[in-house]
């Protein structure tokens, strides 16, 4: 059973007087922008944490997540800037200006309040030189008083009788993310636009971060002399159609055999491996990514089918569900005495009964949360080291083909565990010397020629699916 996560307990209190100066901090910015754009309609985003912690890394993940999903919901209005300030000590703000009519922009944002899964949580002023409608109440825009946290009535009412408790009040928001981010993986279901976005990040934040032991990023090429970072950014560019075609591929199935899913998709992988091929000049930079991002993709779009929000077991589920016979068709079926034409997963298999990805998809890609999430939602810092850590974990707990291939035995699963260990109780890489850890371990896997592709193939779909959900 997971631990509940307190979103307040690394969190630092605040004073009454810094909250009012953080008010008035709020009025100066949303004045500003009025004047700076005195036709448009200014939205001022931030969230009710009630108590004297009003900020702390989960909270910063709360109004991620809803930032990203109202900016989604704004994405058919003109914006003309956003602002983010997630580190504010009184709590993450946000600010954006739209080209639109003040009322359409207010309704959107009451629809995010009431319908997103933490919507509660927010705070989203709409505001407009140039439009009376500013005064417009919930009410005569059609919708319903906001409602109380814990009870469910007039939230106005709780609050002015003093209903609930600081404890009350608290209890509900940790609920609301443990229920999000850590009982469960929950993701809201976003446009096309939105989900092509979210796989070109995960794939282009794992080429940058760094250092990566073994691995292509800005500033090394690691045990890949072929390659380098502006190879792996051609690549992700090429992959464009490809992200499209499978969660598009996803929303659109309508057999229950979802074996039939993977098999619609394969052709369009296929076609994307030959863009990479010509994108690159011949080089294999994301093949494995290619074959785990698109079944994923494609099982987000099918989970997400009539649905605002969506669990990421669902979503593994049904991974699982379109792999369920990729090891008995493509590994045991395959005879063993012509190793010349085996692929590096056939042959590990016949070698080492190792199933490498097939049995990941086989089994819902289960890594994925059980390391590469997990860790990037503990992880603490700057979203390099978050990465970093969350490479690490995956590195030590996964079977790497990559890895096992380049050294020849399975044994070198074991080393890697023991890399891994040493590197956490340094404190990750948002110390020092875990950090410069990470730097040796890149310059021994180079010399030995070693690299560990699968765990980075999990990053990128970490940071895909930790985009989508709010994470990073």
Same mark, same amino acid.
């Not at 996560?5 to 605040?14: C, I, N, T």
């Not at 993940?61 to 800037?81: M, N, Y």
């Not at 930079?285 to 698109?294: D, L, R, Y």
């Given at each position: ?17 810094? &909250? ?15 004047? =700076? ?19 702390? @890394? ?24 956003? =602002? ?16 639109? $009519? ?10 995010? +309040? ?30 319903? *008083? ?7 009535? #007039? ?32 993701? *809201? ?6 989900? =092509? ?13 760094? @250092?990566? @032991?073994?691995?292509?990023?800005? &500033? ?58 010509? $994108? ?34 669902? =979503? ?11 090891? +008995? ?69 996964? +079977? ?9 035995? @399975? ?53 895909? &699916?930790?985009?989508? #959900?709010?994470?990073?």
């Amino acid at each position: 059973m997971n631990e509940k996560v307190d979103v307040f307990k690394q969190g630092q209190s605040v004073t009454l007087e810094e &909250v009012l100066e953080n008010r008035e901090w709020r009025s100066y910015k949303q004045s500003q922008l009025e004047k =700076v754009y005195p036709d448009d309609t200014v939205v001022a985003v931030k969230l009710n944490m009630p108590g004297a912690v009003k900020n702390s @890394p989960q909270i910063e993940q709360l109004f991620q997540a809803g930032w990203r999903v109202l900016l989604s919901d704004f994405e058919d209005l003109p914006i003309k800037k956003i =602002v983010l300030d997630l580190k504010r000590k009184t709590g993450p703000e946000g600010f954006i200006v739209l080209q639109a $009519a003040l009322v359409d922009v207010k309704k959107v944002s009451i629809t995010f +309040e009431e319908s997103f899964f933490l919507g509660r949580l927010f705070d989203s002023d709409v505001m407009s030189n140039q439009d009376s409608a500013y005064q417009l109440s919930r009410t005569a825009l059609g919708f319903n *008083p906001r409602t109380c946290l814990v009870c469910g009535d #007039n939230a106005k009412a709780c609050a002015r009788d003093q209903r609930h408790d600081l404890n009350d009040l608290h209890e509900v928001i940790n609920s609301l993310y443990n229920e999000y981010f850590v009982d469960d993986v929950l993701l *809201p279901v976003f446009s096309t636009k939105a989900v =092509v976005k979210a796989a070109s990040f995960g794939f282009l934040a794992e080429a940058v971060t760094n @250092p990566k @032991p073994g691995l292509v990023d800005p &500033v090394s090429v690691g045990a890949h002399n072929d390659m380098n970072i502006y190879t792996f950014v051609d690549s992700t560019l090429a992959l464009q159609d490809y992200f499209k075609q499978t969660f598009e591929a996803g929303q659109t199935f309508s057999d229950c055999d979802l074996k039939k899913l993977l098999a619609k998709i394969r052709p369009f992988g296929i076609a994307a491996e030959e863009s990479m091929i010509l $994108a690159t000049n011949g080089i294999n930079t994301h093949k494995g990514a290619i074959f785990t991002a698109g079944i994923l993709l494609a099982a987000y779009g099918y989970a997400s089918r009539g649905k605002d929000l969506v669990a990421l077991s669902d =979503v593994q589920e049904i991974v699982s569900q379109m792999g369920a016979d990729l090891v +008995e068709k493509e590994l045991d079926s395959q005879p063993a005495k012509d190793t010349t034409t085996l692929t590096a997963g056939q042959s590990q298999f016949h070698q080492y009964k190792l199933t490498g990805v097939r049995g990941e998809v086989q089994k819902g890609l289960q890594p994925l949360r059980q390391f590469g999430l997990k860790a990037l939602r503990e992880s603490t810092g700057h979203e390099n080291d978050r990465l970093l850590d969350s490479l690490m974990a995956l590195a030590g707990g996964i +079977e790497d083909s990559t890895l096992i291939k380049r050294a020849k035995t @399975p044994e070198i699963t074991k080393e890697m565990v023991e890399y891994v260990e040493t590197f956490q109780k340094m404190g990750g890489a948002s110390t020092v010397a875990g950090k410069a850890f990470l730097s040796e371990l890149d310059d021994i896997f180079i010399a030995r020629h070693l690299s560990i592709g699968g765990a980075a193939d999990y990053l990128i779909l970490t940071a895909l &699916v930790g985009r989508l #959900n709010g994470l990073i």
